[in-house]
């Protein structure tokens, strides 16, 4: 059974500083990994899906990696900004229908 | 549509009241899921459609849980007789082919209910 994990619950950094989000799964034979953000109150917004053959996404700012073999998925920021404060949420398909697995998310805040 | 739409957006009920959640998926999106968010946690997934079958309902709470896809399209998820812990965000994803696992999910905005 998939299980994901992020740490930390929360994170708080200074305008301009690059930073990394963690997420963990137990389930290796994974077929992708995706990132979400989400803003309070709002829906979930797809960042990145990385395909279990990619090691590596990017898209602007952001980079997601995938290392199946030690069950880790990184989200890079770089050069953070105030609007990137939200909450970033991973998540894995779990069986043949593809319903997602999420982690509990980082609740990331950039300072000004 | 551009996106996934869900209405309402809000929703209060009485404790006992029977509601109904709408999920308008992206245009030709085959598959179709449900998940429950609870405060604080991450999404939670609840059932599954792919066009008009419900393939996978494993995650719904309890019997007071239904939902339908009737023409593959637009879905309804309805809790009956509400109770203080289904209050949760409800939200509703769809991608666009049948087989789920190397697909990108595109979620909908919500509906956050509210059982008093």
């Known amino acids: 059974k998939q299980e994901v994990t992020q740490i930390p619950a929360a994170l708080s950094v200074p305008e301009g500083e690059n930073l990394v989000l963690n997420c963990s799964f137990t389930d290796s034979a994974i077929y992708n990994l995706q990132w979400f953000r989400q803003d309070p109150g709002k829906g979930l917004t797809s960042l990145l899906l990385i395909q279990s053959s990619q090691r590596e996404q990017t898209s602007g700012r952001l980079n997601a990696s995938l290392d199946k073999s030690s069950g880790r998925s990184t989200l890079y920021i770089a050069a953070s900004q105030p609007g990137d404060s939200a909450t970033y949420l991973c998540?894995?398909?779990?069986?043949?229908?593809?319903?997602?697995?999420f982690g509990q998310g980082t609740t990331l805040q950039v300072k000004p | 549509g551009a996106g996934v739409s869900q209405s309402p957006r809000y929703k209060v009920a009485k404790r006992g009241q029977d509601v109904a959640l709408r999920c308008d998926p992206i245009?030709?999106?085959?598959?179709l899921f449900w998940y429950q968010q609870a405060l604080g946690q991450g999404p939670e997934f609840l059932t599954y459609?792919?066009?008009?079958?419900?393939?996978?309902k494993s995650g719904l709470p309890s019997d007071r849980f239904f939902a339908e896809r009737p023409e593959g399209s637009v879905s309804t998820l309805k809790i009956q007789r509400t109770q203080q812990e289904d209050s949760a965000v409800y939200l509703c994803?769809?991608?666009?082919?049948?087989?789920?696992?190397?697909?990108?999910?595109?979620f909908g905005p919500g509906t956050r209910l509210t059982v008093l």
């Open positions: 998540a894995a398909p779990s069986s043949n229908t593809g319903k997602l697995i």
């Open positions: 245009s030709g999106h085959v598959s």
């Open positions: 459609f792919q066009n008009e079958a419900q393939l996978d």
């Open positions: 994803a769809s991608s666009i082919r049948t087989s789920g696992r190397n697909n990108e999910q595109f």
